[in-house]
Antibody, heavy 120, light 112 residues
Framework: QVQLQESGPGLVKPSETLSLTCTVS????????WSWIRQPPGKGLEWIGY???????NYNPSLKRRVTMSVDTSRNQFSLNLSSVTAADTAVYYC??????????????WGQGALVTVSS | DIVMTQSPLSLPVTPGEPASISCRSS???????????LDWYLQKPGHSPQLLIY???NRASGVPDRFSGNGSGTYFTLKISRVEAEDVGVYYC?????????FGQGTRLEIK
């Protein structure tokens, strides 16, 4: 059974960088595409971007200039960095696995989510 | 970006009764391979979203057969044949055709 677990600081100061890691168990991080999705409190879902191995990545244009993603195969993890954060970046951040290869993006496994609050 | 619009936004349902949620996309979700890239997700209270339907009408693993998805082009529906108490939550449609994938606003299903 595939399991995903987000980890990282729950509080980040404005203008700093939000960093989260997703640890994959029950499967290999090299075998699928992986995405980050966020949900501000009480609001809907916003896709942040995906990464595949270290071969391919694609970020939401609305966040592109602030986002970087990476994969650590030795730890079976993938990570998200979001720079220059503001209060608008306060959200629950989910990592998710893609059901299959492109084309198409469907998320069949999700982490439990990590709440990140941006505040001084 | 493709805009996804759901209706209704709130759906009170009596257990055992059917329910239906609509979703419209601002452009066709039909790809050149013949598949339609529309997903449905359910986010139960306090939980992460879970995939219910992909490619418009395919139930994800473990999803009960009371859930069905259909539609084509720009108009889609999710139907629950007989609502159960465990179906409570927010349902989202999502276009999976192009990046960025975009979600509808969500439909909150509650039990009467």
């Amino acid at each position: 059974q595939v399991q995903l677990q987000e980890s990282g600081p729950g509080l980040v100061k404005p203008s700093e960088t939000l960093s989260l890691t997703c640890t994959v168990s029950g499967g290999s991080v090299t075998s699928h595409y992986w995405s980050w999705i966020r949900q501000p409190p009480g609001k809907g879902l916003e896709w942040i971007g995906y990464i595949y191995y270290s071969v391919s990545s694609n970020y939401n244009p609305s966040l592109k200039r602030r986002v970087t993603m990476s994969v650590d195969t030795s730890r079976n993890q993938f990570s998200l960095n979001l720079s220059s954060v503001t209060a608008a970046d306060t959200a629950v951040y989910y990592c998710a696995r893609h059901l299959r290869a492109m084309p198409g993006i469907d998320f069949d496994y999700w982490g439990q989510g990590a709440l990140v609050t941006v505040s001084s | 970006d493709i805009v996804m619009t759901q209706s209704p936004l709130s759906l009170p349902v009596t257990p055992g009764e059917p329910a239906s949620i609509s979703c419209r996309s601002s452009q066709s979700l039909l790809y050149s391979n013949g598949y339609t890239y529309l997903d449905w997700y359910l986010q139960k209270p306090g939980h992460s979203p879970q995939l219910l339907i992909y490619l418009g009408s395919n139930r994800a693993s473990g999803v009960p057969d009371r859930f069905s998805g259909n539609g084509s082009g720009t108009y889609f529906t999710l139907k629950i044949s007989r609502v159960e108490a465990e179906d409570v939550g927010v349902y989202y449609c999502m276009q999976a055709l192009q990046t960025p994938p975009t979600f509808g606003q969500g439909t909150r299903l509650e039990i009467k």
